[in-house]
């Protein structure tokens, strides 16, 4: 696919942004490889994806600092990226620190207002702040002579709205806006992406594209969306270990999972309001697989000395044939970065595709990638493999008119 | 499904065999419930099955004792199953210990050997014992006025041949057989069974069915048969796991397994002989799943203070993106009877409905109970599920001309 | 040491006491033997103790029910006692049951009140609790003609006092009986057994003989006293391993530790005011061994699935030689019943002996018992095993007078 | 302690020698601090001990290279030491290299002789092998103008000798060198240091100074000596661990220990002969310290994929009151040579220190640092430890003849 496309990442200067950008611009200089990205083995590498070395990226962020000052503590603090791939990108990364802009923080809560330096501007109107986001979104696309814009959240996990099932319609989002009443951040940046023809991926767990009125309004402008809550790493585990449990018959009876990380996230996720979307998503995976009325609990806690890494311990409880009682349990020790970015990746890929190959709405075949998939109850991790893998048989074998078009 | 049908266990006086029966046994008296029962639960309790309290059992052992012996054994030990169970099913178990025979422990190795009491006769001939066994089966079959038998071989790991090319076709075996060649016991009872038209099942590591030979009597006798060695624990933990570092494109770099397990299967593995075909179906898994080259080992230990439980701890090392190393760990604690007593009965009647059907040979909509499951690739546990999903809906859609009699 | 031992019991029905006077009883006939206890092995063995089979049981609870009923509760879901223990001890526990009083469950939290069956009598004064106390402790010594009553308290984990400093004397304890205020339960039982002369044990992380009056009273009365909150687990753990970090200089950065637990105890912790008091004594143990600023978490959940089993996943991370972070993680898990019980029986014949020594006040030579040891500054556990070694040293070779006596 | 001190260390080029070498010198520069180094804490900070930054190294290896080059690829692999301390030392290695002449690979199994480069010449003699030895401690105590010279063994494991209770006395020793008998080169090195008068500690499995003549030696020429196999990591754990259990009376039923690591170490030890030693002196600790039968077993497997990793896996089942069946696990996981390398160098210390005060034999005060400490019978840590402080507290008090004449 030789159109050009930007990925306008909000929060551009955190760390999931960040590696994701320095993964991009090591895979084009050859300095590291594409492992860990979904899109480059089968199925998906059969599909006329735009290129990884060809995306150009810009974003919002409410914190002052820049790309590279992340790029540098990420490679101090925890090793990733090294040095050598930190040298290969660091002026790429320069370059991009230009094309990030100030944004909102407004309704983001108390945890995530203390971080942000002077971006929640109290005196503006939501109206005000759409249009400027709607501006920054529309200069970037001028500015580097874009196709297409593929806006992805990766901010901070937000307190979810009080009373979401009010948003549903256009109608009630429109008059939200007007009369500002307590819209999420991550809804001003869907909103302005969805209005405005650019698809968008929430990959955290705000209410973002969630809310009934924004997901009529992309279907109303014909746009490609997706969401929410990244799927890396304890709830991955969980929508690959449940259909187990399922498929033998054997009734889970607790799931405990205690996780602990060490970053800016686990930081925000100190603040209850801010953690309760992030319990919400990670604990509705068992529910939507496993019949059984079961005790799930999901813990998760700030613990410093892990830097950017995250230990998961998960207990299992299940009961088997003659009543017997066993037990699995699981520690996962991952770079939350490192497993998020490479799925980034992936997304504004696979949305640009979708894009151009004139789809609509929410993107099914994308459930896999997300802790809560958008209108989607399957939750086990193979068959949400099996979706994406029907995706691709179907537009390999029968391209589109504007698939053809492109590859003249 | 209102056919006789009668299940014939080699290895009956052993835990797997005893738990199978005693749960069979619990159910038809209300002493438990299905749980652990593949067969029980969506797809396959759509189709019309045996029911689990009709089944007849027999079968061959080389120990002497009782199944009512072991059941005490397991139930003082283990405490599974309680004891208002065993209470409740001790006066069926009592008739089921009349109609087991004396079986052979021919070429199983000295550690199998050593436990026989009496079994191993090596003045007979391999003509002779197989023609001893096939009396067994058509005796249990006449005395009970069954339909059908089913032979299912649950016995002890024994050495692998050490050519089992050498016996890829009929000819090859009915020479052997005429030679005295030292075709493993488990292949003597896999041939009375199929030569007899008996529908087959190696639970085991055992070569049994799975010489070519064999499987080309099978064809042509038209009987349906599969193995080998049963799914129960941390094969079916790799099986469930792998798929998700495949899907993902996380490479796999070391996966070391350390099973410590307690009963006399784990005794019987002490001897390395025995345990080499264990490990050969143990770390074939990840191959089948895993493109990368990679450390793949599998440790079993004998650790008596276990008793009937099965310890195993996994250490999973994993590359992502910017090569960032992570890990992931697990410990499965289960007992191995009540694991793989429930899956005895499934394939019981799977296969007993197979030859109801009229099917013959290899049951790939089997794959999913076996580590190694002959003729099949596919060694995720989820498409093989799937296959089970899609051998039921033709089954249910479509009932064959001898399935419609049978509603008769 | 041939005197006749009451043992009296707060929490008498709870799980702890009943398997502790199951084990004392199965001891006495021969069912089970003495493992899990201390001073059945050396040092003291050695020790002229009272025997476990004279050991006279009574005590308080403020729930219904009795202890045969306790009995056969952990029989049937844990499995321990077993049947045949409990078999041996059923009609003995009856006896006992004769022996329980209604106690009061005064001030101990909204949890534990709901729990009680008409034990808090709201009319009644605190010097009347105290009153009935007092005559319970005494009809129980007259009628069973005991030269001495040890008092342990083993009931469910109270609300700390918003400010314990405040009795710090023994006026102020008496101004506070006189006036009403708000003393727990705790305080209540220890000072009726202080002021009545009987030598008691504080097993639980409640307020109890931790107060400064409570203290002075015991010194001034010479009775010997203990506590407090048993060292059983995850803190027993802790008292372990942290020398070890001390000792080779190895500077721990994070210690996270998650119990899940499912008997009465973690249904009564749900509550964040009674889980307090247990996360402050178990959270102290590391900063009494380590100097190092560190990451200390403990996080108690009530999973109803683990029964009468708790386990504990500790994460800690700790730094080394050239800033090497390296990291150890275990998993305990253990019958919290069986763990605490034997260390009651232990910590009843120590204070029966201790008193008959004429000895007075805390008793830090039990420290190794204890999660918070009282007047002790020692956390380790080896060190606190060595206090208990020196102590029995002490009293071997040189048996007081009174010792002395006794041997007539 | 102004004393010039030199630290001879055998196996000089090997990761344990080389971190320690990068340790000792960036603490002379100030680039990293002394955390791990068990000297640098109470009690052994108080004693006046040789300063860390002015001792002077040399030593043995067999495997071409240099300290530089094993230097860079541990930070390369392993990131320890980091870039900047690497940087710090540097040149401070490029000398020491100077200072490494070849040693000897006699009778160290064909797993190390395979990696020696020219360092196992059949034609020479013990004798000239011996001579050679020690002509490389007089010239680098000479050329560096070192008042003593301390040498430590941290070479790679060797298959242990047939019969070791054969060189029982000074007299089978010197027979065993004038006939070429089979003794192990760290007994080579261990007899050329003894005979010379150099302190030397064995921080390996292999035989060394563990023969009863060279003991004898060490007694008759007045030099202080002890071993053997640093306690770094699983076995730390046991020895810390285990008198809980004891205590406690908790009888423990299993040990199982499962260790992966990935270094030259790990791959030595791929040969069973080179493992034999190592097992020993890990499964010993446990009889050691408990009197109850169990079972009792050590694995130790090479996993590349961990580079000088390793991670001990280990499951206890222990039986406590009322035969109730309990475990623990736990996974430690750290790098082996950051672990060891301060243990080297604070015996170098030690060792130093107790030569200057004219001690001479065993010295059991270093038992703490010793998997096998040499006429030991103590395993357990804290009362290792205990003997540490013992040891300094008389030294610290009492200063001798010796060690007041040193600070004129």
Redesign the interface.
């Known amino acids: 696919m030789s159109a050009s496309i930007g990925v306008w990442l909000v929060g551009a200067r955190g760390n999931v942004a960040t590696?994701a950008m320095?993964?991009a611009r090591?895979i084009a200089h050859g300095a590291?490889d594409?492992?860990?990205?979904?899109t480059?083995?089968a199925p998906c590498a059969n599909l006329d994806l735009p290129e990884v070395d060809s995306l150009v990226f810009g974003g919002h962020d409410v914190q002052d600092g820049s790309v590279v000052e992340t790029a540098e503590r990420l490679a101090e603090r925890n090793?990733?990226?090294?040095?050598a791939?930190l040298d290969a990108v660091r002026d790429d990364l320069a370059v991009i620190d230009e094309r990030i802009e100030t944004g909102t923080a407004r309704n983001c809560g108390q945890a995530v207002e203390e971080l942000a330096d002077g971006g929640t501007d109290e005196s503006l109107s939501l109206r005000a702040i759409v249009g400027d986001i709607q501006d920054d979104y529309e200069r970037f696309r001028e500015d580097n002579d874009l196709d297409r814009v593929v806006v992805i959240n990766v901010a901070s996990s937000e307190p979810l709205p009080a009373d979401p099932e009010k948003y549903d319609s256009i109608e009630a989002i429109e008059r939200a806006l007007d009369e500002d009443e307590p819209l999420p951040a991550s809804s001003l940046y869907a909103y302005a992406a969805l209005a405005g023809g650019h698809p968008f991926v929430n990959f955290t767990p705000n209410a973002a594209n969630a809310l009934g009125g924004l997901r009529e309004l992309a279907d109303r402008e014909g746009v490609p969306h997706m969401g929410k809550d990244g799927k890396t790493g304890e709830t991955?585990?969980k929508s690959?270990?449940a259909?187990?449990f399922?498929?033998?018959?054997?009734?889970v009876?607790?799931w405990?999972g205690?996780n602990?990380l060490g970053n800016k996230d686990g930081e925000v996720l100190e603040d209850d309001a801010n953690k309760a979307g992030k319990l919400a998503s990670k604990g509705g995976v068992l529910d939507g697989i496993l019949d059984e009325d079961l005790?799930n609990?999901v813990?998760i806690?700030y613990?410093?000395?892990?830097g950017d890494w995250k230990?998961a311990?998960d207990?299992i409880?299940f009961?088997?044939?003659?009543?017997?009682?066993?037990?699995?349990?699981?520690?996962?020790?991952?770079?939350d970065s490192?497993?998020a970015?490479?799925l980034v990746l992936d997304l504004a890929r696979l949305l640009a595709f979708a894009d151009e190959q004139g789809e609509s709405g929410l993107q099914p075949q994308l459930a896999?990638f997300f802790k809560a998939p958008l209108g989607v109850d399957e939750h086990?991790?193979?068959?949400q493999?099996?979706m994406l893998e029907e995706y691709v048989e179907v537009h390999v074998a029968q391209p589109t008119a504007a698939g053809m078009e492109d590859d003249d």
Not at 79 to 83: E, Q, T, W
Not at 246 to 251: E, H, K, T
Not at 321 to 332: G, N, P, R, S, V
Not at 380 to 383: E, F, R, V
Request: charged share 25%.
């Open positions: 590696t320095i993964g090591a590291t594409t492992t860990g990205m979904v480059e083995r090793g990733i990226p090294d040095r791939t991955l585990m690959t270990l259909p187990m399922a498929g033998r018959n054997l009734r009876r607790s405990e205690h602990i005790h609990r813990r806690d613990t410093p000395a892990l230990t311990w207990d409880r009961r088997g044939f003659l009543d017997t009682d066993m037990k699995l349990q699981f520690t996962w020790e991952g770079s490192a497993l970015a490479p896999s086990g991790l193979s068959k493999f099996g």
